[in-house]
């Protein structure tokens, strides 16, 4: 998609208490990485100014667990921001092993831009609809 933003990628290791009774990683740590992978894309990538100006709420995850992860894995998280709609921007979410980029996990998460300031819904600027979103009729 010519001019749109790249997908943003974070490796993750798997820690000894991500571990659970089924000797995988547990679904919940799933979650945190899906959560790590979005604050670290826009911490990484917004301006000072819009990071000063908003936060994000989750309004909906989905994730479709594909293969487990395991002990000693690295993971790959890839991320990008899909469609907007109003107050709404889809991000999907990709968990890779690492070593093979076998794919783990797929989420897609439905998140909210609150102004800090008021601690209410908010819209972003055109700036960070260009910033982030991949669909072109975003901005």
Request: net charge neutral; glycine share 2%.
């Amino acid at each position: 998609m010519p001019n749109s933003p790249a997908p943003y990628e974070l490796t993750l290791h798997v820690l000894p208490e991500d571990i659970d009774q089924l000797n995988h990683v547990n679904n919940v740590v799933y979650l945190r990485w899906v959560q790590e992978a979005a604050i670290a894309h826009w911490t990484s990538q917004a301006s000072p100014e819009a990071q000063a100006d908003l936060f994000w709420v989750v309004v909906r995850h989905e994730i479709d667990y594909k293969r487990p992860a395991l002990a000693g894995d690295a993971i790959l998280a890839r991320t990008w921001v899909g469609s907007t709609q109003g107050r709404t921007f889809e991000r999907h979410t990709e968990l890779l092993r690492a070593a093979d980029r076998i794919l783990l996990a797929r989420a897609r998460t439905l998140w909210c831009p609150m102004a800090m300031r008021t601690g209410r819904p908010t819209q972003v600027s055109d700036e960070v609809r260009r910033a982030f979103s991949m669909d072109p009729h975003s901005v």
